[in-house]
Nanobody
Framework: QVQLVESGGGMVQTGDSLRLSCAAS????????MGWFRQAPGKERDFIAA????????YYEDFAKGRFTITRDNAMKMVYLQINNLRPEDTAVYYC???????????????WGQGTQVTVSA
């Protein structure tokens, strides 16, 4: 089992950058694929990116290619999401999630954090 806590969100302006962090607890963190999602007000939760167990393999949703970067540090049990050139449409609650699976990219995530709010003003 793994517990996840996101941080790093906030209120920013268009064009700013943010690095979201996700701290994991549990001894088996490196056995999980990790992912980032977001949910804007009134909309469904969207997948952003996933990263393999060692961090060597990444997968991005099309909209995330170019501005979003997912990384992980297994020694620190951390996953990060760097977002550059933020836009108002990036306003959402951002979630990290963990998947214990051999399927790549994962389609089912068992564990979720509570989310961190990102608000981008024009």
């Amino acid at each position: 089992q793994v517990q996840l806590v996101e941080s790093g969100g906030g209120m920013v302006q268009t064009g700013d950058s943010l690095r979201l962090s996700c701290a994991a607890s549990g001894r088996t963190f490196s056995t999980y694929y990790m992912g980032w999602f977001r949910q804007a007000p009134g909309k469904e939760r969207d997948f952003i990116a996933a990263i393999g167990r060692s961090g060597d393999t990444v997968y991005y949703e099309d909209f995330a290619k170019g501005r979003f970067t997912i990384t992980r540090d297994n020694a620190m049990k951390m996953v990060y999401l760097q977002i550059n050139n933020l836009r108002p449409e990036d306003t959402a609650v951002y979630y990290c999630a963990a998947a214990y699976t051999n399927r790549w990219p994962p389609t089912n995530y068992e564990y979720w954090g509570q989310g961190t709010q990102v608000t981008v003003s024009a």
